[in-house]
């Protein structure tokens, strides 16, 4: 199938395959006019590289997690794999600590406006001077 087809399938733009393509991700063979053309495999495949990347992967580390889909026997490439998965889950869970963090003092200076919101509010208007 062409690139629009693909994209169609898949809803994933002829844009976002092209990059998956650059990156290595996906393969397409070219008709003599050049035109790419992939496989009904391509349409699985990008529905997989789409979970990836929103799971917060990079399309380096999707580039070494994709040997594992492509040579399941094969025991080096599943080490690799493994660890690079669990780099990643790793960095999942400092974002996350991050995130909690962040929330936390953000929570703090909420407490604090709105106490500071609370004494406006009780505050007795200032008198105007008449001059």
């Known amino acids: 199938m062409r ?5 169609k399938r898949t809803g994933v733009s002829p844009r976002s395959l092209r ?8 393969t397409s063979s070219r ?3 050049g035109q790419r053309h992939y496989s ?3 349409v699985q495949r990008v529905s997989l590289i789409r979970q990836l990347f929103d799971a917060g992967m990079s399309s ?3 580039a070494t997690v994709l040997p594992c889909v492509d040579v399941p026997g094969d025991l080096g490439v599943a080490e ?3 660890t690079a998965m669990m780099r990643e889950r790793d960095r999942i869970d400092a974002d996350i600590a991050h995130m909690i963090e962040t929330r936390d003092a953000l929570d703090v ?11 406006l509010s009780t505050a007795p208007e200032p008198v ?3 001059t």
């Not at 990059?19 to 996906?26: A, N, V």
């Open 80 to 82: 690799e794999t493994f």
């Open 19 to 26: 990059y998956y393509e650059e990156q290595g991700l996906l």
């Open 3 to 7: 690139i629009g087809e693909l994209s």
């Open 60 to 62: 380096r580390v999707i």
């Open 40 to 42: 009904d495999a391509a």
């Open 109 to 119: 200076l909420i407490r604090a406006n709105s106490r500071h919101r609370d004494e």
């Open 128 to 130: 105007a001077q008449s």
């Open 31 to 33: 008709s003599d006019a």
